[in-house]
């Protein structure tokens, strides 16, 4: 099993900055996509920003030009770096990856509990 864990959440004003960190661990034959979606009050999940294996990424249109996605530590640790925050970044950030724990085992989707980012004055 993929176990993931995400870190750096907490309150800052607009216009702030944070970094956002998930560490994978346990189990991992492979990981091809790591990524971040994020869960309003009252809303869906919906996808933040991507990152392949071999470094392509995608954002949603929401945070293009402010939020920078990347991987590092040999492709097991993905980070989320966001400037220029608004009100509406509001939202708990679940850390994602998608890869399988066990070359014998099919693709799966990893989730981590998730990190509250709050924007506000």
């Known amino acids: 099993q993929v176990r993931l864990v995400e870190s750096g959440g907490g309150l800052v004003q607009p216009g702030g900055s944070l970094r956002l960190s998930c560490a994978a661990s346990?189990?991992?034959?492979?990981?091809?996509?790591m990524g971040w979606y994020r869960q309003a009050p009252g809303k869906q999940r919906d996808l933040v920003a991507t990152i392949t294996s071999g470094g392509n990424t995608n954002y949603a249109d929401s945070v293009k030009g402010r939020f920078t996605v990347s991987r590092d530590n040999a492709n097991k640790t993905v980070s989320l770096q966001m400037n220029s925050l608004k009100p509406e970044d509001t939202a708990v950030y679940y850390c994602n990856a998608h890869g399988r724990s066990r070359w014998w085992e099919g693709l799966m989707d990893y989730w981590g509990k998730g990190t509250l980012v709050t924007v506000s004055s």
């Open positions: 346990g189990s991992i034959f492979k990981i091809d996509v």
